[in-house]
């Protein structure tokens, strides 16, 4: 059976179910029909630093596929098994990539959450609300131009672009406003996708409806016509763009295949943003359940980082362990295998290709949390080659690696890396962070691309290097740094395989996100509005008069 088919088979138990198993009453949730609802806020439960954090991150992606969010759901519900009250938190999937390429955010194989055609379609429409609140301030921005813009903006240098949940290439750039006097000023603009959107990583770093507001009021929309920054507050419309966002703030309660509880709430991208579910969703898990499990998006030079140094300051917790996930066939594409030939065993390729393995270890390792291995095997994996990356992260990196059989078995198929990472979590915690708060964004940047990328230095170009005096002079420069650089490549060139050296990261703009409370350094060609392939999965599906959807995965 296939993704889609496994998950329509699942027998779903009611949502107060789930809830109960986390102590949450019939009032503390809002039911969306019978197997979602939304958690109300504020919850109460214990205090987080009583629960165990546990994020899920991998190596760098390949077109092999990885199971991030397999592993991290198979993982729960093992934790469940081994008798730990347990909760999942997870991202919500885009639907713009459901339509394009195949494979959603809800795990795979018997390590799902349900109901996946919900999760991966409409949910409980908080991405819809995100896009209507993103293009009500842009509307409200061109209107303020229109009635006289009393701000002085210069329509040149609005940076609040617009979004939609679609790929969609035609709308990367766009010339608006056309159709003379009554139909606004014309300008450049251009559309990202909602992931992108500066509000989705406001929603999911923030703390509660008023800090949610106040976030908002930060946002930089553009510049005066003397380069002064424009917020949200000039405007004076925060009120209203909370308004609209006063559901998506709640996270949602769904479960696993196995009645797991899982908390999946906010989707970030991990390259323009810092690629985490909500600071709210984590929260939530910590303070009902004694083990969470939650993943970064992309591998841990991105979503990892990302979720140690922008994240945790927020949620004010700290991982007590990180699983690291890899794969034989990831790691043979790493060491030079095309991708039609990665289902015959080759240990020499296997062997060249562990070096992304090893950096990705190393870097997590830094952090001071102790770190475990999920090797995800496919069914074409031989035992030898599972055994290999057992041996060698035993013997090259000391630390203990299991073989993962989650699509396969579900919860079973992770027994003894629960067990294994209920050990590494009890540890008293010797996190410490990458960079110290007060650093430059300079010394920030240099301090990712040294110890987590592995590169020589980050290099500024010309406009970066201009921006960074102005922000400093706008007294931005204090802020945590969010790279965007390709997740293919611990670089910033997405063929550079394995673990590189010797590189400088180039850094052409830098963007401030004062609502997210984050710089974001581009790096390379970072698309914020992906397009769709040649054969998009759209083609593929279908729907039938009793409702039951095909082709989606
Ligand atoms: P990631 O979180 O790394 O993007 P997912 O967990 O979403 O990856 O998995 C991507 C796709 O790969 C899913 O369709 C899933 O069913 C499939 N997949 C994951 N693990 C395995 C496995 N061990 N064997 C076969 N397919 C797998």
Not at 154 to 176: E, G, H, M, S
Request: charged share 20%; hydrophobic share 40%.
């Amino acid at each position: 059976m296939n993704d889609i088919e496994i998950s329509q088979a699942a027998v779903m138990s009611p949502i107060q179910d789930i809830a109960d198993q986390l102590d949450l009453n019939g009032d503390q949730i809002e039911p969306y029909g019978a197997v979602k609802a939304k958690i109300k806020l504020p919850v109460a439960g214990h205090p987080i630093d009583q629960s165990h954090l546990i994020l899920v991150t991998s190596i760098n992606p390949t077109p092999a596929g990885e199971g991030k969010s397999t592993v991290t759901v198979g993982l729960g519900d093992a934790l469940k098994q081994i008798g730990k009250k347990t909760a999942i938190a997870l991202r919500e999937p885009s639907l713009g990539p459901v339509m394009g390429l195949k494979g959603g955010a809800t795990g795979g194989g018997y390590a799902q959450v349900v109901p996946m055609e919900d999760i991966n379609l409409h949910f409980t429409g908080d991405f819809h609300a995100l896009t209507e609140a993103h293009d009500t301030l842009a509307a409200l921005i061109d209107n303020h131009i229109q009635q006289g813009n009393e701000l002085n903006l210069d329509p040149r240098q609005i940076i609040w672009k617009r979004v939609l949940d679609i790929n969609d290439r035609a709308l990367r750039q766009t010339v608006i406003g056309l159709g003379g006097r009554t139909s606004g000023v014309p300008r450049q603009d251009g559309f990202d996708i909602t992931v992108a959107s500066e509000l989705m990583a406001i929603l999911c770093l923030s703390r509660n409806l008023s800090d949610l507001k106040q976030r908002i009021s930060q946002i930089v929309i553009g510049y005066t016509y003397d380069k002064q920054p424009v917020t949200v507050s000039d405007l004076k419309v925060a009120g209203a763009l909370t308004v609209l966002l006063k559901d998506a703030i709640k996270p949602n309660l769904v479960q696993t295949l196995d009645h797991t509880p899982a908390i999946i709430h906010g989707g970030p991208f991990a390259n323009i943003a810092h690629g985490c579910n909500s600071v709210l969703a984590t929260e939530t898990a910590l303070k009902l359940a004694d083990y969470v499990v939650t993943e970064g998006g992309f591998g841990a030079d991105l979503g990892g980082e990302k979720f140690m140094d922008i994240k945790t300051p927020v949620l004010g917790k700290t991982p007590d362990a990180v699983v690291l996930v890899a794969t034989v066939r990831a790691l043979k594409y790493n060491g030079g295998v095309p991708k039609d030939q990665l289902e015959t065993e080759n240990l020499a390729a296997l062997q060249a290709g562990v070096v992304n393995l090893h950096r990705h270890v190393r870097s997590m390792q830094q952090y001071g949390v102790p770190v475990v291995v999920a090797v995800n095997r496919f069914t074409s994996d031989t035992d030898q080659e599972i055994q290999f990356l057992i041996d060698d992260c035993r013997d090259t990196l000391g630390v203990n690696a299991f073989d993962t059989t989650v699509w396969a078995h579900g919860g079973q198929g992770a027994t003894r890396l629960a067990e294994a990472v209920v050990q590494a979590a009890d540890q008293p915690s010797t996190f410490k962070p990458l960079y110290e708060p007060q650093a430059t964004l300079t010394d920030k940047m240099n301090a990712i691309v040294t110890k987590i990328y592995g590169g020589r230095k980050v290099v500024l170009e010309p406009k970066a290097a201009r921006q960074l005096k102005t922000f400093a002079a706008n007294g931005w420069d204090h802020l945590p740094v969010c790279m965007a650089k390709t997740q293919y490549s611990l670089s910033d060139d997405a063929k550079k395989l394995g673990a590189p050296a010797d590189f400088d990261i180039h850094v052409r703009e830098l963007v401030p996100k004062l609502g997210a409370g984050f710089i974001v350094a581009l790096t390379g060609n970072v698309l914020t509005m992906p397009g769709l392939p040649k054969h998009p999965a759209a083609l593929d599906m279908d729907i039938t008069e009793d409702g039951t959807i095909t082709g989606l995965f």
